[in-house]
C-alpha cells in the first residue's frame, strides 16, 4: 500500500493568484496522478506526473493552467495559475503501484473568490 | 470523457439488507476497480477485477464482469452504517494507457441504521 500526504487540505484563493499543492507518498510509486472533482461529482484525471520529464496532460488540460512537477519518485506537486471560480474544485493526488490499484490522498478543496 | 456510468445514482437501504451497484463502459478494458469515498475524504480502493475474470470476492464485497456486456456490478453483503459513501467503478484501458483510470459518475449509498 502506500499513504498520500497533501498539503494544504483546503484553501480560499482570491481570483487572479495561484496555487500550489504538495502530494507527498511514503514510498516508492510507479506513476502519479492528479484528479480534480468537482462537488457532489466524478473525477476527472487532469495529468499523469512524470519523473523528471513534464507531464502528461489530457484533453482540456493545458501545462500552462496546471504545471506539475515530480522530481523524484515520492514527491510531485501541482500548481493552479491565474485562478478563477471555476477552479473551485477538489484536487486529488494518487499514485499507483505495479499493482494497477491507486492510492488516493485527502484531496485539497479550493475554493475562488 | 467519462467511461463509465453507474446506476442507481443513489441507493438508500436499511441496516442488513444488501446494496448492489451497476456500472457500464463504453471500451475495452484491462481491468475494473471499485472505489468507496467517504464524504469529504479521498477514495479508497475496495477491489480489482481484470478482464478474464468474472467474479471476485472480498469480506462482504462481490463484484462481476461481464465483458460482452460492458458492465459491471458491485454487490455488498449484509451492509452497515458504516458503509455509507459514494461508490465509484473504474476502468483502466490498458496499453499505453496501463494505471490511468477512467471514473464512473457514481452511486451514492445510505444506509439506515
Known amino acids: 500500500s502506500a499513504v498520500i500526504s497533501q498539503k494544504p487540505s483546503r484553501d480560499i484563493c482570491q481570483r487572479g493568484t495561484s496555487l500550489t499543492i504538495q502530494c507527498q507518498v511514503d514510498s516508492q510509486v510507479t506513476m502519479m496522478f492528479w484528479y480534480r472533482q468537482q462537488p457532489g461529482q466524478s473525477l476527472t484525471l487532469i495529468a499523469t506526473?512524470?519523473?523528471?520529464?513534464?507531464?502528461?496532460?489530457e484533453s482540456g488540460f493545458v501545462i500552462d493552467k496546471f504545471p506539475i512537477s515530480r522530481p523524484n519518485l515520492t514527491f510531485s506537486t501541482l500548481t493552479v495559475s491565474n485562478m478563477s471560480p471555476e477552479d473551485s474544485s477538489i484536487y486529488l493526488c494518487?499514485?499507483?503501484?505495479?499493482?494497477?490499484?491507486?492510492?488516493f490522498g485527502e484531496g485539497s478543496r479550493l475554493t475562488v473568490l | 470523457s467519462q467511461q463509465g456510468e453507474e446506476d442507481p445514482q443513489a441507493l438508500s437501504i436499511q441496516e442488513g439488507e444488501n446494496a448492489t451497484m451497476n456500472c457500464s463502459y463504453k471500451t475495452s478494458i484491462n481491468n475494473l476497480q471499485w472505489y468507496r469515498q467517504n464524504s469529504g475524504r479521498g477514495l479508497v480502493h475496495l477491489i480489482l477485477?481484470?478482464?478474464?475474470?468474472r467474479e471476485k470476492h472480498s469480506g462482504r464485497l462481490r463484484v462481476t464482469l461481464d465483458t460482452s456486456k460492458k458492465s459491471s456490478s458491485l454487490l455488498i453483503t449484509a451492509s452497515r452504517a458504516a458503509d455509507t459513501a459514494s461508490y465509484f467503478c473504474?476502468?483502466?484501458?490498458?496499453?499505453?494507457?496501463?494505471?490511468?483510470?477512467?471514473f464512473g459518475q457514481g452511486t451514492i449509498l445510505t444506509v439506515h441504521p
Open positions: 494518487s499514485a499507483s503501484k505495479m499493482t494497477g490499484e491507486l492510492f
Open positions: 473504474a476502468t483502466d484501458e490498458g496499453g499505453t494507457s496501463y494505471g490511468k483510470l477512467t
Open positions: 506526473a512524470n519523473q523528471g520529464s513534464e507531464a502528461t496532460y
Open positions: 477485477i481484470r478482464s478474464n475474470e
